[in-house]
């Protein structure tokens, strides 16, 4: 091949690179491996984390069942292995999954469109925010304090260069937002009203009452979903203008923070201002359905410094997991996982009322709820840690309002009674 | 027709089953379903008691499928799409290597897939050690001194990179005005530059299609925050001149930030931490060999100077005094957060067992092979096409249609026949700065005999678009569905099913069948 180039060795082909950059000794990374024993040293560093371990952890990232088939069908090549879908014409795979996708999503959220993924729940609610304030040419924006704490950084960080204001509103005694607070938040500058529901606290919000007053004020309402299960039993949040929703739930591995998959769903006139992908139905020279990536004017690769977003490469193949396990469950089994997860969730709730206060009574709530619990949730944890269970999160860094005794507790379809048995013990 | 002449057997193909596979909802039936809950074993509750007003009573038109239906479904989906493991994708600037399996095997052990981001970090040793290795390599990889693998995606990175050179500015008492980015730039670098609230100026390339020093020289002033540069540039060539581009930059007090999306042209064999690059950021779904997916997801570390360090996304991975690690939110400076948690942590353990698989001497032979395998394309196949810089490349090779033009042929076309010969198009149109640009990036996955196949399907290509450009215009004539109807698509946009329509044709010989 050298012979054939013309070259004489491969440095040549190097020669371009100035001599004093060229880096001629060997990189200080791990040594060669072997397979076998990639795999022994990944095994090691797995033994090394938590194992055996009972887990109340949820707070935006969840443990749910995953159906097996999900990662026979995202392993195989053809969707592992592909490309984005410029070339439609061998890429009908993953664009009809991914049409499939965005209806799934709309059917879910009750919205009218869905793009075909962002990069996870605290990104898309962030862009979400500048969308809305694309489209209604305001500039700032109102954020509910009970949305996930992570969520807010990120979306400070977004809009600090945007310089999009941002306030935020409390919540009320029952975890919901406080509506007074909200109607003295919303001005004539305000873009749109941020909530999420179910909220960090695990309690559902209002989203029709806070719909109207935020419509009532020329503001639009984003919802942020981070517990994308819930939608099989909850009413979705059909009042909002813009949904952003974290589909990790739906048969994503938590895989210590990611990937998982975001995703923006909104009303159809909104449809010019939506970042990402969107998958769109199409025929081709024949006539035959197909399917196409679409609208791309909106995106970088065309409109450059005046795109909607930056964002180019998605969570694809995690959006095809979340597809698998929505056929899997579909309409019925949706249902019957959120009346699961509801009842874990009391259960759980049942046995550790007289282990401290729970908080937020007095307004439905999902699968999750905070506790305010005496000896302190740092203390009750470490109890509990040498039981291997892994308690809730404590919430006083984000909360201090709260004390020092709150954590928030998760129980899902997984959770066993055992479990939660030995839990509430064990405080 | 035209198209009959050059397939073999087109109904064959379009009318079996296989071939027609509905969409999920079109193949339901009600009261189907692919699932059985565990038993219950706690009361069961009333959801409408409970959740009152809130409680969800219709799912609307979700799938009802049984198993094997439903694995048929996407099983048969599978294979519309062409992957790597299929064959080469000469995509440039999209690195499209093997994704070893091995990666997939550990990402999956369940200590690690199944870890919760907030468990407690000293259950979580095994998830940081993944970081903390992954980390150290980057860092040597690039010659930088410190790192984040929080972005998700690489353009995610670039807007990290950019929060970071403007936390710098903002810290020396002015945040200044203007990012650079030359004509040859990838689209997500401009459009990250104004998100992050700059404002871009265009640099146009010289006649070599490089970075054109005096006119950088004229542009960069006491507003320019930074230059955004892809190194080698987005024609596969290195910027020789880099250091003379970051003496530029620094003597103006502006900082060189590095898109490392052509990374694998580089590992093992130079740093751009040592030839002036300030901030980079890198894809493991390019250069670190993490799959694809259809789109993602993605990874997008950003490595850095020392000087900017404290602006990186909290938390960072530290080390604790009694050796354990831990994670530092204490960052006073910081940028903030990017993204939730810390990355898409899937892809570190995956681009951390390719760094294992290849060590110092793999990854140096990697860059090697991926060199030589562009330079081989570009000599087999320059008197076929035109070259419209001559400079030396380095992992890929830009083309043009210049000459296949004139009969009609545009590079478009020759990407969409280069399918019916069993490989995906090579990058079509980019970079602008060439007109009808081919580029073409084999990378170090492909054989001999794999380069060879696509530069004699090349070449025969080219034969066409002399000979007969009629099949190059109209192809691809062996996939299941032929060119799309992209405008009617964006001008009547359906972006979901909503119901069986009466229109959709099957297929014209599916309907004779």
Known sequence: ?427 | MAEEKFVGTPRKVRTHVNQNEGLVFEKSSPGKKAYRMAELDVPAVDAKKLLGPSVRTDLGVMPELSEIEIIRHFTRLSTWNYAIDLGMYPLGSCTMKYNGRVNEAVARLEGIAEAHPYQPTSLSQGCLQIMKTLEESLIEICGMDAITLQPAAGAHGEFTGILMVRAYHESKGNARKKIIVPDSAHGTNPATAAVVGYQVANLKSNALGMVDLEELERMVDEDTAALMLTNPSTIGVFESDIHKIADILHAKGALLYMDGANMNALVGKTRPGDFGVDVMHLNLHKTFSTPHGGGGPGSGPVACKKILEPFLPKPVVVTNTDGSLGLSFDRPQSVGRVRMFYGNFGMFVRALAYIMANGPDGLRQTTEDAVLNANYIRAKLSDTFELPFKSPSLHEVVFSDKLQAKNGVKTGDMGKRLIDYGFHAYTVSFPMVVSGAMMIEPTESESREELDLLIDALKQIAREAAENPEVVKTAPHTTRVGRMDETAAARKPVLRWKGPAEDVVLDSAAKEW
């Not at chain 1, 729940?121 to 925010?129: F, K, L, P, V």
């Not at chain 1, 949706?334 to 550790?352: D, I, P, T």
């Not at chain 1, 740092?378 to 020092?404: C, D, H, R, T, V």
Request: glycine share 8%.
């Open chain 1, 1 to 427: 091949m050298l012979a054939e180039i013309g070259v004489a060795s491969i440095d040549d082909l190097f020669a371009t690179i100035p001599a004093e950059y060229q880096f001629k000794t060997d990189l200080d990374v791990p040594r060669q491996h072997g397979e076998s024993e990639i795999i022994d040293r990944f095994r090691a560093y797995a033994a090394n984390n938590a194992n055996g371990y009972t887990s109340f952890l949820g707070a935006g990232v969840y443990k749910h069942y995953k159906p097996v088939i999900i990662d026979s069908l995202v392993q195989r090549g053809e969707f592992l292995t592909s490309y984005t879908p410029y070339q439609p014409e061998i890429s009908q795979g993953t664009l009809q999954a991914m049409f499939e996708f965005q209806t799934m999503i709309c059917e879910l959220t009750g919205m009218e469109i869905a793009n075909a993924s962002m990069y996870d729940g605290s990104t898309g609610a962030a862009e979400a925010i500048m969308m809305a304030v694309r489209v209604t040419g305001r500039n700032a924006a109102v954020i509910a304090r009970t949305v996930h704490p992570e969520y807010r950084e990120v979306i400070q960080t977004y809009a600090t260069h945007q310089e999009i204001p941002l306030s935020e509103v409390s919540y009320a005694s029952n975890g919901r937002v406080n509506m007074a607070a909200l109607d003295a938040a919303i001005t004539d500058d305000t873009a749109c009203v941020l909530i999420q529901s179910p909220n960090f606290f695990g309690t559902i919000e209002d989203v029709a009452a806070i719909a109207e007053l935020a419509h009532s004020k020329g503001a639009l309402l984003v919802v942020s979903i981070a517990e994308a299960i819930s939608l099989g039993i909850v009413a979705p949040p059909k009042e909002a203008d813009i949904v952003s929703l974290e589909a990790q739930s739906f048969g994503v591995s938590l895989s210590y923070g990611g990937p998982y998959c975001g995703v923006i769903a909104c009303k159809e006139k909104f449809l010019r201002q939506m970042p990402g992908r969107l998958i769109g139905e199409t025929k081709d020279v024949n006539g035959k359905r197909g399917f196409v990536l679409t609208l791309s004017t909106r995106e970088q690769h065309i409109r450059r410094e005046k795109a909607t977003s930056n964002i180019c490469t998605n969570q694809a193949l995690v959006a095809l997991m979340t597809t698998i396990f929505l056929t899997v469950y579909g309409k019925e089994g949706m249902k019957e996982l959120g009346e699961h997860n509801l009842a874990k969730a009391s259960y759980l709730a049942s046995v550790m009322e007289s282990k401290g206060k729970i908080l937020f009574d007095g307004a439905p709530r999902f699968h999750e709820f905070v506790i305010d619990l005496p000896q302190g949730a740092e203390a009750a944890n470490a109890g509990l840690l040498e039981k291997k269970i892994i308690g809730g999160l404590p919430l006083s860094q984000w909360y201090p309002e709260l004390g020092p005794g709150a954590s928030l507790w998760c129980a899902t379809e997984v959770t066993t009674r055992v479990a939660m048995d030995a839990a509430a013990a064990g405080l």
